[in-house]
């Protein structure tokens, strides 16, 4: 159970705005959905050096009493660390491949060689596709331009592309002299897909068909000009991380004893924009001699708009820390203009 860290318990709350109810009681009883709030162990407001615990509330069965959510009791003296990880979105990986400009040679075959990494979901650099567009010139290049060559491969890829199901990159035209590779995002889907990004490298080759050596003279360039980066606190993180800590929580074997199943709740949306703050405390257990069991409780702000003004409701949840354990143990509030 190490995928989003080595705690051995880790639970999430969810919310994207922080309720103005001060106590438990008040706080079921009214608060609106999507609402959360730091509140004292004992059912009251934050209040210096008490253990204190996170209430969410949903739009559940109020009769049944399932129209909110709580975390474990955070006991201040075992509070090790508060981190904040604002959000920041997904960018996808894009290379530039070029070198087209007055490179038109009679018997060349020109090649781009874009090699996919953990090819099919393996997880394992060491399994990859290779897909290669081509253009191959012959003894007379009359009426054959740069752009007639980029042109080529570009339909070679995307028709090698496409019997892969057209969903790992594009391929655009840029102008005569160079095109770009871009990963295309990955959906994700609960516990069954986590929507890693495209990883992938590229590799421009140009051969005279006339040489025995077949020796690449590397007039095509392919540069990296973004890089993948998996953005923090995105949709598909809150997604991939509600699946981990609800087995915790709820059922372990989800879905395993259909039709006889306990229904298990979902808050995270894939096109949510979170901050997170992760609150990383322990416990002693005795099982059976005195251990200490490390645990976090991460709690994801929903901006619903990348805008500064939307940190509000984080710097909420932040204060209220600040009233338990101080502003010295807490990140500082965040720019909200």
């Known amino acids: 159970m190490s995928v989003f860290g080595p705690s051995q318990v880790e639970e999430l709350i969810i919310g994207n705005a922080v309720a103005a109810e001060t106590t438990v009681a008040t706080f079921i009883a009214s608060a609106s959905d999507k609402e959360i709030k730091v509140l004292s162990a004992t059912g009251g407001a934050p209040a210096a050096d008490v253990d204190f615990k996170l209430l969410q509330k949903t739009g559940g069965n109020a009769v049944r009493g399932l129209n909110y959510e709580f975390s474990d009791?955070?006991?201040t003296s075992k509070v090790q660390k508060v981190i904040l990880a604002t959000y920041s979105p997904e960018v996808q990986k894009v290379v530039t491949v070029s070198g087209f400009t007055g490179n038109v040679v009679a018997n060349t075959t020109y090649a781009v060689e874009l090699r996919i990494y953990n090819d099919g979901g393996t997880l394992s650099p060491e399994n990859f596709a290779t897909i290669t567009g081509y253009y191959v010139t012959g003894a007379s290049v009359v009426g054959i331009t740069d752009q007639v060559i980029q042109d080529g491969i570009i339909a070679s890829l995307n028709s090698n592309l496409t019997r892969r199901g057209e969903f790992e990159v594009i391929v655009e035209s840029v102008d005569a002299d160079s095109f770009t590779i871009t990963g295309q995002y990955q959906t994700v889907v609960a516990g069954k897909i986590t929507g890693r990004q495209i990883e992938f490298d590229v590799t421009g080759k140009q051969f005279l068909n006339s040489?025995?050596?077949?020796?690449?003279?590397?007039?095509?360039?392919?540069?990296v000009t973004t890089k993948n980066y998996p953005g923090t606190g995105?949709?598909?993180?809150?997604?991939?991380?509600?699946?981990?800590t609800k087995g915790y929580k709820y059922e372990v074997y989800r879905q395993?004893?259909?039709?006889?199943?306990?229904?298990?709740?979902?808050?995270?949306?894939?096109g949510g924009m979170y901050n997170a703050i992760h609150i990383k405390y322990y416990d002693d257990r005795q099982s059976p001699t005195v251990e200490v069991q490390t645990k976090v409780l991460t709690i994801l702000v929903d901006k619903v708009e990348d805008t500064l003004a939307n940190n509000a409701a984080t710097n909420s949840v932040l204060a209220?820390?600040?009233?338990?354990?101080?502003?010295?143990?807490?990140p500082s509030a965040l720019d909200v203009l």
């Open 256 to 270: 395993t004893g259909y039709p006889a199943d306990f229904a298990t709740p979902y808050y995270a949306s894939a």
């Open 234 to 244: 995105t949709g598909k993180y809150a997604v991939n991380l509600e699946w981990f």
């Open 211 to 223: 040489s025995l050596l077949h020796e690449n003279l590397g007039l095509l360039t392919a540069v």
């Open 73 to 75: 009791v955070i006991k």
């Open 320 to 330: 209220d820390l600040a009233t338990i354990l101080g502003a010295a143990n807490v």
